[in-house]
């Protein structure tokens, strides 16, 4: 079974590194919408830095959600999807697999761009450790929140809009928990509370969100 | 008790049951809203800090309980159309939807006249108020996502996941807007034995509340019953029904 898992990820890595000027993608759309926020709001330190923990999140939100749009899209469209589903394997696991490979294609990168948000952004040194372990425990929430909904609007032409309406104020408590980690952080005070929450809320989406994911993608096949 | 739930999902038998439930549900709205209404408004005592402004909560505390009450029926309307597929619970789903909407906005906007006196200010990014607009923004996902599909019964599916996989999320969002910030007064407590709001206060918000309720039944029960007959316009009991009308 775990063999089938692998082979899933497998598959879906290697069909995107075929197309490897699209890997950077995410990272670069993350990069480009942190540049707008000093240029429409200010560049002073301070504020700035004062403002950071929610914009490096709220950014990521966007990221994500831009991201997870295509998460089925090409597999719906060709008939892939309708493939897994007549495999003899669990259609939860398989579903879980093609998440997992997703996050691994936009999420990790996250954790590699993020000091340099940092730096951009004047988030000090002593709060990076905390930023990306928010980072690695929100962004496969994310990824799994998202992808139910993508797979809700998989069928439908001009998803991307409604996508946000229904996937958006599910990422609020991510947002919520993950920003005000990095924002106590700075101040030096604790945080366990907060990535606790997380933890938990990563936990509650391992576990229902692939059976939410895959009862999604069985309607949109119709 | 299945003999008869399963006689219930039939769309043409739960027409004609809600038919005889209508006029009742309908009666006793009005009833207690004139009852609630002038209990509230006129027989009430003005309150000794807000005065007369306060009289807004006889409509804005149901309407915020219809709010998340009507979430509930959705979901588990929900649940029961994924589960069993039954037609009625589809559209229980669908109409709930726009019902709910239509109290969170109420409860959002008489909220927000009574702020405007009593904070000084007609908003606050306080965590009832933020966690009531994201549950508005929780209906109008539904609803905007039932009108992009054609289908009506692959849109009511896909909007019973949206419900189910929302009232999940329910708690979890209002906790974590909820530790974010409060200023907000805490819950009333009305069933406790020193109850934190006055009997002449309590009882008229108390006969408010069963009128929302009863109102909210009778609104679904018309508005499934308009939605029964335009799906099943083109079979047989509906053109027969249509034409000894």
Redesign the interface.
């Known amino acids: 079974m775990l063999n089938v898992f692998l082979t899933v990820i497998r598959r879906d890595l290697l069909v995107a590194f075929r197309r490897r000027a699209e890997l950077m993608n995410p990272v670069l759309f993350y990069v480009i919408v942190t540049t707008l926020f000093p240029l429409g709001v200010s560049p002073d330190v301070h504020f700035l830095s004062q403002l950071a923990p929610g914009l490096v999140w709220v950014t990521t939100l966007l990221a994500a959600l831009i991201s997870v749009e295509s998460i089925f899209r090409q597999d719906f469209e060709d008939g892939s999807i309708e493939q897994l589903f007549l495999s003899p394997h669990p259609i939860s696991l398989l579903i879980f697999g093609k998440v997992v490979a997703h996050w691994l294609i936009t999420g990790v990168p996250m954790l590699g761009i993020v000091p340099l948000m940092a730096l951009l952004l004047h988030i000090p040194g002593q709060a990076l450790p905390v930023l990306w372990v928010t980072i690695l425990l929100g962004t496969p929430i994310l990824s799994l929140v998202g992808a ?1 909904g993508a797979a ?2 998989a069928g ?1 032409r001009g ?1 991307g809009m ?1 996508l946000g ?2 996937v ?3 990422y ?2 991510v947002l ?2 993950a920003s ?1 980690a990095v924002s106590a952080s700075m101040d030096g005070l604790a945080v366990s509370g907060q990535l606790a ?1 997380l933890g938990a ?1 990563l936990i ?1 989406a391992l576990i ?1 969100a692939p059976f ?1 994911i895959s ?2 993608l069985r ?2 096949m ?1 | 008790m299945w003999n008869y739930l399963r006689k219930l999902s039939s769309l043409k038998y739960y027409y004609e049951w809600s038919g005889k439930w209508v006029p009742w549900l309908t009666g006793f709205t009005v009833v207690l809203m004139i009852v609630g209404f002038y209990w509230g408004l006129f027989v009430a005592p003005a309150d000794y800090q807000q005065g007369e402004s306060y009289r807004i909560i006889f409509v804005h505390v149901p309407a915020a309980w219809m709010s998340m009450f009507v979430y509930v029926v959705m979901a588990v309307a929900g649940f029961i159309a994924l589960v069993w597929r039954t037609k009625v619970s589809e559209i229980v789903v669908s109409e709930c939807a726009v019902i709910g909407a239509m109290f969170t906005a109420l409860a959002l906007i008489t909220g927000m006249l009574w702020g405007k006196p009593t904070w000084g200010t007609y908003w606050q990014w306080d965590a009832r108020l933020t966690s009531e607009l994201i549950l508005l923004f929780l209906y109008l996902g539904i609803i905007a996502i039932h009108s992009a599909i054609e289908d009506s019964r692959v849109a009511a599916r896909v909007a019973s996941i949206l419900a189910v996989t929302g009232v999940i999320n329910i708690p979890i969002i209002h906790y974590s807007v909820t530790w974010w910030s409060s200023l907000h007064q805490p819950n009333m407590q009305l069933l406790s034995k020193s109850p934190s709001v006055h009997p002449s206060m309590l009882y008229p918000l108390l006969v408010m509340a069963a009128a929302f309720q009863v109102y909210f039944f009778g609104l679904l029960f018309i508005r499934m019953r308009n939605e029964i007959l335009y799906r099943e316009r083109l079979t047989n009991w509906v053109k027969k029904l249509l034409a000894r009308n």
Request: glycine share 12%; charged share 0%.
């Open positions: 139910i809700l609007t439908l998803g409604l309406m229904l958006l104020p599910l609020i408590p919520i928990f005000s929450m809320g509650l229902l939410a009862a999604s309607i949109s119709g």
